[in-house]
């Protein structure tokens, strides 16, 4: 701490104030003041079924320019469809098994991978915070699914926040990241994004995602893969929950698995 | 004697291949960067987010403060650094604590100006540089030449025969091949280090956050597997709340490539929490000084603080454009460069840089956060010209200051000055040539004619043509003023 207040009671020095008496935030309250973010907040939470598909539209577009995939889709049933179609069909980069690692969420575990694949060479693990193993099993995966919490249609940007049991390395160590999204959870734009995130209190880190990772370094260049992942998917639930009667709650389904290997064969 | 500057700056305009490439970079993030300023339609957020940085430097020691104590609640460490060696030592002290063996580093031009790898090095420690870019100007053991684009003077043959001879691939001059080759051998490093090294482009105080802006995903790899992370953060690169946050790092993306927001942009602000598998054990923020303050206590100067280093200034300066960045023989290059550089590491040492650059405007123009650098380039050159005590600057070139001083007495004079001019034009004579042009002079003249011939002293000045042809009319009329005309 005392190379601490040296160094701000240089900077005090600097800026003509008393070197060492040490100020306080309380002294200055417009200095961390906010606008108002309830109208903002009001907004989201009042956006009706058509504006939400509107954002969708808007998502989708803004998306294809940063070369993300975006699969619109009505039900869980659908939604599995599409994942199970790209663990078919991608190919592993590093290795030569598929592994495909998923974060314990239950719009994840509502897709029930695990009873498609039992008859397939494709194992399925689940970033559960107990699991001493995850590091390894992300860094074999070639495909990793997220459900992340904000979705900003303007930027096509996904934020992802870190919490038990959805670790960072899920978006990033795999070659290819799947997003499962619903309709609620978009916004217009960064304004509303930062205002859902004022709400959260004691963030821990997290991180924007704005399509696969990519480089221009050689001869401005473009190229998808440079540290993350090459291709993203975005799957958009448009249907609510509510509205799907014939699928269990999620929170139940996430109780039923409660294994970290869900499915192995090969 | 030649300066450096001029010797590098006359290999980039010499070389075709640099030539080509930055004025491709400027002709399409040049100008791009204008555009967009020109339709945003929220015309006010550079003032807005310029008029937050100046205001936030007023309470820097409290941001800092308010900083610190968030990331110190979450766990992480923080550790003010007043010079280049104590940010080295902690680092190296924790790296030494760890048993770090292997380092790798996201872009960090911080880390450049510390010159902290040589000192990892000489510790034992492996450094990485993980940004494609720099890793390849690694391999090269060559020096950035762009702030975003550091190996924007090579192209991709030079690459593939430098990925060929250090990585054992296969010769390719295909980038998705390269980059592919680069992928897989930084990835094994990527995971295999202890220590993630990175800069800080923007922390948030109120939150307690760093972030870090990326397209490539390495940042976010160097921040997320190795057990320790340590963040270098200028001390000016913090803003009080998220509302200041967001509207600055758009600024900041935008500028330096045109992107609403960069693919990635992180933001850590501790170790892993208990129940995570992975992110850092260790989060060490190191928050440092270097010269800083000094530029912050003068007035002249504490606007430069306010940059972002988004690099769009080098993608329409008419010099950068030329010379390229190798001359400015500094982590920082282009209009930026020429400002801070003298700034942080000697005016007198650094005379060069603000004597090349045009005073054009063109980066002030495109700066996200209206910097005025041609002002202060000037300022640097008063401060050259006469010396200043609070710089410890001595004045650049006395020879100059007594010729100036001639050349005053002499043109406020008009007989002394007409009788100069007969002079000159007697003794000019054996130098005009053909052309009627004069192609070479000698000594301090050699300035001139080295790169184009230089017209000789008209025969007549103009005020005596203009007596001349108007005389009749002069005595009638009175003078004609430029304003009329």
């Known amino acids: ?46 956006r009706t079924v058509e504006e939400q598909t509107e954002l969708v539209k808007i998502l989708r577009k803004n998306g294809n320019s940063l070369n993300i995939c975006t699969h619109i889709v009505e039900s869980f049933k659908e939604a599995a469809a599409v994942v199970i179609e790209l663990i078919r069909t991608k190919e592993p980069e590093f290795n030569y098994t598929k592994h495909v690692i998923m974060h314990d969420h239950p719009d994840i575990a509502a897709l029930q991978l695990w009873n498609r694949f039992n008859r397939e060479a494709v194992t399925l693990h689940t970033t559960f915070s107990r699991d001493p193993h995850i590091r390894d099993k992300t860094i074999a995966s070639f495909i990793g699914i ?3 919490a904000i979705i900003v249609a303007d930027s096509a940007t996904l934020i992802q926040i870190t919490e038990p049991g959805r670790p960072r390395s899920t978006s990033l160590l795999p070659s290819i990241h799947i997003a499962i999204i619903r309709r609620e959870n978009l916004v217009a734009d960064l304004a509303e994004a930062y205002a859902l995130l004022r709400e959260k209190s004691r963030l821990d880190s997290f991180v924007f995602i704005s399509g696969p990772s990519k480089t221009a370094d050689i001869e401005a260049h473009m190229v998808h893969g440079a540290h993350g992942p090459r291709e993203v998917h975005l799957v958009v639930l448009s249907e609510p929950l509510s509205a799907q009667g014939f699928e269990k709650a999620p929170e139940e389904m996430g109780k039923h698995n409660d294994s970290n290997l869900m499915t192995t064969s090969s | 004697m030649t300066s450096q500057y001029r010797v590098d700056a006359q290999k980039g305009i010499g070389s075709p291949r640099l030539q080509a490439s930055l004025h491709s970079l400027q002709d399409r993030f040049g100008k791009g960067a204008m555009a967009l300023w020109a339709g945003m339609e929220d015309k006010d957020m550079r003032k807005r987010v310029k008029k937050s940085r100046m205001k936030n430097f007023e309470h820097l020691d409290i941001l800092l403060a308010e900083l610190a104590q968030n990331v110190r609640a979450r766990g992480g460490n923080v550790y003010f650094a007043k010079t280049a060696q104590d940010a080295i030592g902690y680092t190296l002290e924790v790296a030494r604590k760890n048993g770090v063996k292997r380092v790798v580093k996201g872009k960090s031009m911080l880390s450049m100006e510390i010159a902290i790898d040589p000192a990892l090095e000489d510790a034992g420690i492996e450094v990485v540089e993980t940004d494609l870019g720099e890793y390849i100007i690694q391999l090269a053991g060559d020096k950035p030449s762009h702030i975003i684009a550091p190996c924007i003077h090579m192209n991709r043959r030079q690459i593939g025969e430098l990925f060929a001879e250090k990585l054992g691939v296969d010769y390719t001059d295909d980038p998705p091949a390269l980059t592919l080759a680069a992928r897989k051998a930084l990835r094994e490093k990527l995971l295999s280090a202890d220590m993630g090294l990175t800069g800080c482009n923007l922390a948030c105080a109120e939150t307690g956050h760093i972030s870090l802006v990326s397209n490539e995903g390495n940042i976010r790899m160097a921040t997320t597997m190795p057990q320790v992370h340590v963040a270098l953060m200028g001390m000016e690169r913090i803003v009080a709340t998220l509302e200041e946050h967001r509207e600055t790092v758009q600024l900041l993306t935008r500028a330096a490539a045109l992107q609403k927001l960069s693919t990635y942009v992180s933001f850590l602000g501790g170790p892993s929490s208990a129940n995570d598998p992975d992110g850092p054990k260790e989060f060490h923020l190191v928050i440092i000084d270097n010269g800083r303050s000094k530029i912050l206590a003068d007035p002249e100067f504490r606007e430069v603080l306010a940059c972002i280093r988004c690099g769009a200034c080098l993608n329409i300066c008419p010099v950068y454009g030329r010379i390229g960045g190798h001359a400015y023989n500094s982590p920082y290059c282009g209009p930026i460069g020429a400002v801070i550089t003298p700034l942080l590491d000697g005016i007198n040492k650094h005379a060069d840089l603000c004597k090349g650059e ?45 010729a100036f001083t001639l050349w005053r007495l002499l043109v406020t004079r008009s007989f002394l000055y007409r ?9 000019q004579r054996p130098f005009v040539h053909k052309n009627k042009m004069i192609r070479k002079m000698a000594g301090i003249g ?5 790169g184009r011939d230089l017209p000789p002293i008209a025969k007549r000045t103009f005020t005596e043509l203009w007596s001349q042809k108007y005389n009749k009319d002069l005595a009638a009329q009175p003078a004609v003023t430029e304003e009329e005309i």
């Open chain 1, 1 to 46: 701490m005392d190379n601490q207040t040296a160094f701000l009671t240089t900077i005090r020095t600097a800026l003509d104030e008393v070197p060492n008496a040490e100020r306080s935030k309380k002294m200055f309250p417009q200095l961390f003041s906010s606008p108002d973010t309830t109208g903002i907040l009001k907004k989201i939470r009042g």
């Open chain 1, 146 to 148: 997220t459900a992340p």
């Open chain 2, 358 to 402: 045009t005073l054009c405007g063109a980066c002030k123009d495109i700066c996200p956060v209206q910097i005025d650098l041609p002002r202060m380039l000037a300022a640097l050159r008063h401060k050259l010209a006469y010396g200043s005590d609070r710089w410890n600057t001595r004045q650049h070139n006395p020879a100059e200051a007594y």
């Open chain 2, 419 to 427: 009788t100069f001019l007969k002079i000159g034009r007697f003794f």
């Open chain 2, 446 to 450: 050699s300035g001139w004619t080295d």
